[in-house]
């Protein structure tokens, strides 16, 4: 490992200009590694020669893991498995079941359980997430969470009657637990994957011989990720229309039409096909994925520990950074109104269509096909008119707040505001058009506003960030419609939701900004590199 910071990890503080290129100096491996050792966190060199180079294959395989873990036997076909058993389990008479010490509603249970499977996740990623983030266990922990989603997806087999619904409330959280933590730990390779194609390296190699200046490599670092996000996602919306198609041919084999009984089993049947997708493209991944260093265990700490240490040094960090920490605030918001605003049209979604299987997967293949063309249409627009990430991501903001109002016009009229099954198709489209690209730029900004070296340590604060705001808009949301008339205005949220992405969207549009981060963590690791030097000299 290279002893002073490697050109793709950290900025030059000795450059006065952005535009003038300057040789960085070099010191001995072995004296960096020593010292970066022995006063904290050595942060894995994501460009250096001595990590493996990210070869076409080894892309194409991570590729495949998503397209497998693409949500539908968890996130999607589990839910509506979840609210299905439930809506026939609940007596015509009141509607309610008793759920967490009270009678509630339907809708009510699915957002606090959604709630309690948040909750979790952010307590697990405090605890277990060290295990990606230091050593190179990612990959580990990885298969160690992919078999028991398996598992989870396969065991929906035996839940498909109304009396075990409550079989199915422990399926449908531990489920959305194990598919989100394996979708964060896919993640955690993208910042290794990207910094290490040939092209990169190339140009990490042109900056540290002074060939291109410190913004010409940020600009091409910016879109070789923005480039492995969006065609990620672009390829996993393709193959998930494939698979979506294969399961319009069994639906039709099980004849989900037949009778309630048959749309419960075509429900878990779906879920079980899913699963199976998933485990067969998640084996290339698990075997290609090369071996890459992470962050080592700092003096005093151990790998529990070091979770909770991490947790803290990050917050602690984050305050010298202004930008990060304003978008951070703006993730925490916008995050949660997204995530919860998706959890309570997929509600009102169920009960519009009451719960027929064929119907909601004629909606899965048209959202899904309509989030393909979305993301490859913002990747081309900017790739084609090199407009920045921080731009596309402003339009993004745009569609969130305009789908929340979409909802909030609900509570006034029935003609308007999810109340339709014609609504419902015009909102897989505009959804997978113009919404789900938040999935993809998010991250993208997220990797915008770290500090190099520090990849492992705010992807992780973001992500704990992420989960705790996402268990509170649901628990939020569930109140709400415990506390409207007749405990079953399932549109009330949708005034908190809308207020919420409002004011975070107004926030992140015009007090963050890239180029003042970018000149933020070029000083924040000055100082770093200069107090490591204080100390190296006493």
């Known amino acids: 490992m290279s002893s002073t910071p490697d050109p793709a990890v950290s900025p030059r503080p000795e450059e006065a200009q952005d535009d003038v290129p300057v040789k960085q100096h070099q010191k001995s491996a072995a004296d960096g590694d020593a010292s970066a050792s022995e006063h904290g966190v050595v942060a894995p060199v994501l460009a250096s020669p001595d990590v493996p180079e990210t070869s076409r294959w080894e892309i ?26 439930l809506s026939q389990a609940a007596p015509e008479d009141t509607g309610l079941l008793r759920f967490a010490g009270r009678d509630r509603n339907v809708n009510s249970i699915v957002l606090l359980a959604n709630g309690i499977s948040f909750a979790l996740q952010a307590a697990l990623f405090i605890i277990i997430g060290s295990y990606a983030d230091f050593g190179s266990g990612r990959r ?46 896919w993640t955690a390779a993208f910042p290794s994957l990207a910094r290490n194609t040939p092209h990169l390296k190339e140009a990490a190699r042109a ?25 990620a996602f672009c390829i996993q919306s393709v193959g998930e229309v494939v698979i979506l198609a294969i399961i319009v041919g069994i639906l039709f084999g099980v004849d989900v039409k037949a009778s309630v009984e048959a749309n419960n089993w075509g429900l878990s049947v779906l879920i079980a096909f899913a699963t199976a997708v998933w485990l067969v493209l998640s084996i290339p991944w698990f075997i290609i994925e090369k071996k890459r260093p992470g962050l080592k265990i700092p003096p005093g700490q151990n790998i529990v520990s070091v979770g909770f240490w991490q947790f803290q040094e990050a917050v602690t960090k984050i305050w010298h950074l202004k930008q990060s920490l304003i978008y951070l ?9 997204l995530n919860t605003t998706v959890t309570v049209i997929a509600t009102l979604q169920y009960e519009i269509v009451d719960y027929d299987t064929l119907t909601l997967t004629y909606l899965l293949i048209v959202g899904i096909v309509a989030q393909a063309v979305g993301i490859a249409a913002y990747w081309w ?40 099954v014609w609504e419902i198709w015009v909102y897989q489209a505009f959804y997978g058009l113009f919404v789900c690209q938040w999935y993809s730029y998010s991250q993208i900004i997220i990797s915008s506003v770290t500090p190099r070296g520090h990849e492992f340590l705010f992807f992780s604060l973001f992500t704990i960030i992420g989960k705790t705001s996402s268990f509170i808009g649901p628990f939020v ?49 000055a100082q770093e590199k200069a107090q490591m030097a204080a100390a190296d000299s006493e």
């Open 207 to 231: 900056y540290a011989d002074g060939e291109i200046t410190q913004a010409d490599y940020d600009r091409q670092d910016e879109v070789e990720r923005s480039r492995l996000s969006n065609v």
């Open 329 to 337: 605030v703006g993730y925490f918001l916008l995050g949660d109104s």
């Open 477 to 525: 949301s569930s109140a709400i419609i415990d506390a409207s008339p007749g405990h079953d205005n399932n549109s009330a949220p949708f005034y908190f939701l809308f207020a919420l992405s409002l004011v975070s969207a107004v926030g992140l549009f015009f007090f963050l900004d890239l180029d003042k981060s970018a000149r933020e963590q070029e000083a924040f690791l």
């Open 60 to 85: 194409w395989s991570w590729y495949a893991y998503y397209i497998g873990a693409n949500g539908l036997s968890l996130f999607n076909f589990g839910p509506t498995a979840f609210q299905n058993l």
């Open 381 to 420: 627009i900017q790739k084609r008119y090199d407009i920045s990430a921080k731009a596309m991501f402003n339009t993004v903001m745009v569609g969130i707040v305009l789908l929340d109002g979409w909802g909030v016009i609900g509570n006034w009229t029935n003609n308007f505001g999810f109340h339709h």
């Open 140 to 185: 580990w922990i990885l298969v160690f969470w992919s078999v028991i989603s398996f598992g989870i997806g396969f065991a929906w087999l035996g839940v498909h009657v109304p009396s075990k619904w409550e079989a199915g409330v422990g399926l449908y959280i531990v489920g959305l637990i194990c598919y989100q933590l394996t979708l964060t730990y």
